[in-house]
């Protein structure tokens, strides 16, 4: 088991900046997958950007060059969101797998107004 807690949102002009953190409640250093999910009103939720036990990350094509995720420490991990547009606008979710299991934070609300 592993609880997630998201925190950093809020409310910001386009062009702006926001720094997400997630918090577990214990070690993620060694788990199959770290990453951000966002979840627009009236949309399916989507991958943001993702970084696998490999080392390897993934990124939206809609942030890349924008948003940079990184593990600040072996409990957490965290999402810079640069450049911020309207249509970033969304409920942003920490995930983390662990072999066929999926755990979730309860999100945070990022508003980017024009």
């Known amino acids: 088991q592993v609880q997630l807690v998201e925190s950093g949102g809020g409310l910001v002009q386009a062009g702006g900046s926001l720094r997400l953190s997630c918090a577990a409640s214990?070690?993620?250093?060694?788990?199959?997958?770290v990453g951000w999910y966002r979840q627009a009103p009236g949309k399916q939720r989507e991958l943001v950007a993702v970084?696998?036990?490999?080392?390897?990350i993934d990124y939206a094509d809609s942030v890349k060059g924008r948003f940079t995720i990184s593990r600040d420490n072996a409990n957490t991990v965290s999402l810079q969101m640069n450049s911020l547009k309207p249509e970033d606008t969304a409920v942003y979710y920490c995930?983390?797998?662990?072999?066929?299991?999926?755990?979730w934070g309860q999100g945070t609300q990022v508003t980017v107004s024009s």
């Open positions: 214990r070690s993620i250093s060694s788990v199959n997958s």
């Open positions: 970084i696998t036990n490999s080392g390897r």
């Open positions: 995930n983390v797998r662990v072999n066929i299991f999926n755990y």
